[in-house]
């Protein structure tokens, strides 16, 4: 078993930049990959970022790619959301997800989930 809990969200203005943080805890946290998905109300829950085990590969939906970035600690158990030039429509709940078996841009994939962190963008 692998329990995740999120941390960081918050509010923050068009522009800025914020930073989610994923601990975990349970079995060997580099024996599996990570993600990051995102829900905005009324929307489905969307890849937004992912990573392998031991760091060496990352994957980003294509409406984040080069203002986000995720990265992770396998001696801390943690893995992180960096976010840069945020934009409104980044406004979700951010959802960090562990243990992806198959294509990594699927929730199905995963087999944990945290309770998720609330990002707020917004002048």
């Known amino acids: 078993q692998v329990q995740l809990v999120e941390s960081g969200g918050g509010l923050v203005q068009p522009g800025g930049s914020l930073r989610l943080s994923c601990a975990a805890s349970?079995?060997?946290?580099?024996?599996?990959?990570m993600g990051w998905f995102r829900q905005a109300p009324g929307k489905e829950r969307l890849f937004v970022a992912a990573i392998t085990r031991r760091g060496v590969g990352t994957y980003y939906a294509d409406s984040v790619k080069d203002r986000f970035f995720i990265s992770r600690d396998n001696d801390k158990k943690e893995v992180y959301l960096q976010m840069f030039s945020l934009r409104p429509e980044d406004t979700a709940i951010y959802y960090c997800?562990?243990?992806?078996?198959?294509?990594?841009?699927?929730?199905?994939?995963?087999?944990?989930w945290g309770q998720g962190a609330q990002v707020t963008v917004s002048s």
């Open positions: 997800a562990a243990d992806w078996s198959g294509n990594y841009v699927y929730t199905s994939a995963y087999k944990y």
């Open positions: 349970g079995r060997s946290f580099s024996d599996y990959g």
